[in-house]
């Protein structure tokens, strides 16, 4: 079994982590969407690919914001990036 975070920059991921896991459910590889210690970060444990460009999409039809994928380390550094 793997596992990602998904994040929704300037979202409460963890008050929708419900509805958000329903809708993934629709890919029969995701076995879970569990919270993190951060509000706008859930971690998807998955069999099979990784398939953030259609979770994506099917997120984003159901109208909830783009999530960007990676590991905690990934997401955690968005919070350090600088935009100029």
């Known amino acids: 079994m793997s596992s990602c975070e998904m994040r929704f920059p300037d979202y409460d991921a963890r008050a929708n982590r419900g509805l958000i896991r329903w809708e993934l459910f629709l890919y ?4 879970d969407v569990l919270v993190t210690p951060r509000e706008d970060t859930l971690r998807v444990l998955f069999r ?3 398939d953030p460009t259609r979770w994506t999409a099917t997120l984003t039809d159901a109208g909830f914001p ?3 994928f990676g590991s905690a380390a990934q997401t955690m550094n968005l919070d350090r990036l600088e935009i100029s």
Do not use: D, L, M
Request: proline share 30%.
């Open 28 to 31: 029969p590889g995701v076995r």
């Open 48 to 50: 099979g690919p990784i």
């Open 66 to 68: 783009a999530p960007v």
